[in-house]
């Protein structure tokens, strides 16, 4: 069955790819070549829009760059410090916001320098041995033209530059500083000087394969510019053409002109490139989409099988694995490694099995430990109907001498035992208000041993009360309290119980302000391991009893925690399902 299943597969698919492949060639040869035209005039224009985000990312870097600096509360402190009488200050502020200045260009490597011109055109830059020649700079003509803008901030027309005894193309920024952040700065503006060679060359462009690239500024004025051959159209007229268009293209003669003007300050990007190149990339694409269709299909026939075998095979093992399984062989186990849905399936396979190995340990680990704790209740009643006789005749005794404290604490004391013998008797839950019955016929006895040493907060939602939770779970965390973390203490301490429940969920707290646990004892108790248990006399279940308990019942729909530490008191949360929730299960 399995090999006529793999040769049906074979020849179906070989079939059914060779025509599709071919089908596929023929047709895209024969109409496709307009979109792909259309394709690679589209990929120019990504290219030039890409190239001029790029700008436009230094630009915005260049105006944050500038605004940090104004908004320096340090620079403009310093700044007011420059008309101080004091000659000292002067010159201290002065190398000061020179180093400042300095600083914020040790990441900027297209950034030459950074010149702040006072109100009364004072000069301070990053590089004060030029301080002079910067100030000299100020009546430019590049300079005097960005003042006449009448603009809050922009970019100079590219302009000259002299920077460590060498010159350079150079493009500046310049902000006006804004009085209303400081009505008392003396500082106008402040000028960022860029090295426009070093700027480009951040920029990632292939520049080998256009005939012409032109950077410009608002005004038409070339910033840069590579012309490898003569362009077909005048810039002028191109541009005219443009308009306000964020990106504009069209075909010349023998070129391909690209324009983009979605860079700050109205810069603009021109591109010419071949017509030759363009079509030369549709004509490879067109042959290597022919040469890849046949060495596709060559390439599908000849590893077709032997794929087709690596599939069916880890299937194969799969069924195999799970035969074992029916025959009750659960340690059988699969190792798929093909990468893809069967190597999940197998996965998961072999998950299933696990948890399945664990849930039946758990589940005889769950019954040895019900039965332990049917044990140790058992073996705590002890002819409990002698020691009713017993005690009834104390309380005679005690009616008799009018010592009726005595009486009060028996009577606490027998329906204690009377709840013991409850739980024997296979009823192993009671409701909240008969927990807390027994826990304050306890907390009476203990009163009566420990007076005035605690007081006890009752936090109980009525719609909690007829709740079901098991047996003896309130008690053991209230001794605990007590005698862990009350009496240790001097002073009167307080316990507190809260019940609440939300739709689904019991929360029951006790609280303490005694002496707290230390946290190798809380790791012990969350970690499961055994601790020391609570021995009052009255039932020898502690807190890992309870918790050992909690998780026998509920499993991983329940929690319980200690919230403690040294010296500020010890709070135990449980939290159960409820009885008639979908999380509860006996």
Same mark, same amino acid.
């Given at each position: 069955?399995?090999?006529?299943?793999?040769?049906?597969?074979?020849?179906?698919?070989?079939?059914?790819?060779?025509?599709?492949?071919?089908?596929?060639?023929?047709?895209?040869?024969?109409?496709?070549?307009?979109?792909?035209?259309?394709?690679?005039?589209?990929?120019?224009?990504?290219?030039?829009?890409?190239?001029?985000?790029?700008?436009?990312?230094?630009?915005?870097?260049?105006?944050?760059?500038?605004?940090?600096?104004?908004?320096?509360?340090?620079?403009?402190?310093?700044?007011?410090?420059?008309?101080?009488?004091?000659?000292?200050?002067?010159?201290?502020?002065?190398?000061?916001?020179?180093?400042?200045?300095?600083?914020?260009?040790?990441?900027?490597?297209?950034?030459?320098?950074?010149?702040?011109?006072?109100?009364?055109?004072?000069?301070?830059?990053?590089?004060?041995?030029?301080?002079?020649?910067?100030?000299?700079?100020?009546?430019?003509?590049?300079?005097?033209?960005?003042?006449?803008?009448?603009?809050?901030?922009?970019?100079?027309?590219?302009?000259?530059?002299?920077?460590?005894?060498?010159?350079?193309?150079?493009?500046?920024?310049?902000?006006?500083?804004?009085?209303?952040?400081?009505?008392?700065?003396?500082?106008?503006?402040?000028?960022?000087?860029?090295?426009?060679?070093?700027?480009?060359?951040?920029?990632?462009?292939?520049?080998?394969?256009? %005939?012409? !690239?032109? @950077? #410009?500024?608002? =005004?038409?004025?070339?910033?840069?510019? /590579?012309?490898?051959?003569?362009?077909?159209? $005048?810039?002028?007229?191109?541009?005219?053409?443009?308009?306000?268009?964020?990106?504009?293209?069209?075909?010349?003669?023998?070129?391909?002109?690209?324009?983009?003007?979605?860079?700050?300050?109205?810069?603009?990007?021109?591109?010419?490139?071949?017509?030759?190149?363009?079509?030369?990339?549709?004509?490879?694409?067109?042959?290597?989409?022919?040469?890849?269709?046949?060495?596709?299909?060559?390439?599908?026939?000849?590893?077709?099988?032997?794929?087709?075998?690596?599939?069916?095979?880890?299937?194969?093992?799969?069924?195999?694995?799970?035969?074992?399984?029916?025959?009750?062989?659960?340690?059988?186990?699969?190792?798929?490694?093909?990468? %893809?849905? !069967?190597? @999940? #399936?197998?996965? =998961?396979?072999?998950?299933?099995?696990? /948890?399945?190995?664990?849930?039946?340990?758990? $589940?005889?680990?769950?019954?040895?430990?019900?039965?332990?704790?049917?044990?140790?209740?058992?073996?705590?009643?002890?002819?409990?109907?002698?020691?009713?006789?017993?005690?009834?005749?104390?309380?005679?005794?005690?009616?008799?001498?009018?010592?009726?404290?005595?009486?009060?604490?028996?009577?606490?004391?027998?329906?204690?035992?009377?709840?013991?013998?409850?739980?024997?008797?296979?009823?192993?839950?009671?409701?909240?208000?008969?927990?807390?019955?027994?826990?304050?016929?306890?907390?009476?006895?203990?009163?009566?041993?420990?007076?005035?040493?605690?007081?006890?907060?009752?936090?109980?939602?009525?719609?909690?009360?007829?709740?079901?939770?098991?047996?003896? @779970? #309130?008690?053991?965390?209230?001794?605990?309290?007590?005698?862990?973390?009350?009496?240790?203490?001097?002073?009167?301490?307080?316990?507190?119980?809260?019940?609440?429940?939300?739709?689904?969920?019991?929360?029951?707290?006790?609280?303490?302000?005694?002496?707290?646990?230390?946290?190798?004892?809380?790791?012990?108790?969350?970690?499961?391991?055994?601790?020391?248990?609570?021995?009052?006399?009255?039932?020898?279940?502690?807190?890992?009893?309870?918790?050992?308990?909690?998780?026998?019942?509920?499993?991983?729909?329940?929690?319980?925690?200690?919230?403690?530490?040294?010296?500020?008191?010890?709070?135990?949360?449980?939290?159960?399902?409820?009885?008639?929730?979908?999380?509860?299960?006996?």
């Amino acid at each position: 069955m399995r090999r006529r299943i793999k040769t049906k597969i074979i020849f179906s698919a070989a079939a059914i790819i060779t025509i599709s492949l071919l089908a596929v060639g023929a047709v895209s040869i024969e109409y496709f070549r307009d979109i792909i035209k259309t394709q690679v005039m589209s990929d120019e224009a990504i290219k030039i829009k890409q190239t001029s985000a790029q700008i436009q990312y230094f630009q915005n870097d260049i105006r944050q760059f500038a605004q940090y600096i104004l908004v320096d509360s340090d620079i403009q402190m310093r700044l007011n410090v420059l008309y101080s009488d004091n000659v000292y200050e002067r010159l201290s502020s002065e190398e000061w916001l020179s180093t400042k200045l300095k600083s914020y260009l040790l990441l900027k490597d297209y950034i030459d320098s950074v010149v702040l011109v006072g109100n009364d055109g004072k000069v301070i830059s990053s590089n004060p041995i030029y301080n002079s020649y910067y100030s000299d700079s100020l009546q430019e003509d590049w300079h005097q033209e960005l003042l006449n803008r009448n603009v809050f901030d922009g970019f100079s027309d590219k302009h000259v530059w002299q920077s460590n005894l060498r010159e350079m193309d150079a493009v500046s920024y310049m902000i006006k500083y804004n009085p209303a952040l400081n009505p008392d700065s003396r500082l106008h503006h402040l000028i960022v000087h860029i090295n426009l060679d070093n700027l480009l060359k951040a920029v990632s462009m292939n520049t080998s394969e256009y %005939d012409a !690239i032109y @950077l #410009l500024n608002a =005004g038409n004025s070339v910033l840069h510019a /590579e012309e490898k051959r003569n362009v077909d159209v $005048s810039l002028d007229s191109l541009l005219a053409r443009s308009g306000s268009m964020p990106a504009y293209s069209e075909e010349t003669r023998g070129q391909i002109a690209n324009v983009n003007q979605a860079m700050l300050d109205q810069w603009k990007l021109v591109t010419f490139k071949s017509k030759q190149i363009v079509f030369q990339k549709i004509d490879d694409i067109s042959y290597f989409f022919v040469i890849s269709t046949i060495v596709s299909i060559l390439f599908i026939l000849l590893t077709l099988t032997p794929v087709i075998v690596n599939i069916t095979r880890p299937i194969l093992s799969l069924t195999q694995a799970m035969k074992q399984v029916a025959m009750g062989k659960l340690d059988s186990k699969v190792s798929i490694r093909s990468g %893809d849905e !069967i190597e @999940l #399936l197998g996965n =998961g396979f072999n998950r299933m099995l696990q /948890e399945l190995q664990n849930y039946i340990e758990q $589940s005889i680990q769950d019954e040895k430990i019900k039965q332990k704790l049917q044990i140790e209740l058992l073996l705590s009643q002890i002819n409990p109907h002698f020691i009713y006789n017993t005690l009834n005749t104390v309380i005679y005794l005690a009616q008799r001498q009018g010592n009726y404290d005595i009486v009060k604490m028996m009577e606490s004391f027998i329906r204690l035992l009377q709840d013991t013998i409850s739980t024997a008797k296979d009823d192993y839950f009671a409701t909240v208000e008969e927990e807390i019955a027994n826990v304050r016929d306890y907390l009476l006895i203990q009163k009566y041993r420990y007076p005035d040493r605690f007081v006890t907060d009752w936090q109980v939602d009525e719609d909690t009360l007829r709740e079901r939770i098991p047996r003896t @779970l #309130l008690q053991p965390l209230v001794e605990n309290a007590i005698f862990h973390g009350l009496i240790p203490v001097c002073e009167q301490g307080t316990i507190t119980i809260s019940f609440n429940r939300s739709e689904r969920q019991l929360f029951i707290r006790v609280s303490d302000n005694g002496i707290g646990m230390d946290a190798a004892l809380i790791e012990k108790f969350e970690n499961g391991d055994a601790i020391g248990e609570l021995e009052s006399g009255m039932r020898p279940i502690g807190l890992a009893n309870v918790r050992d308990r909690i998780r026998a019942y509920y499993g991983l729909s329940s929690e319980i925690r200690i919230e403690s530490g040294a010296g500020r008191g010890t709070t135990i949360a449980i939290v159960i399902p409820l009885h008639d929730s979908e999380f509860y299960t006996e």
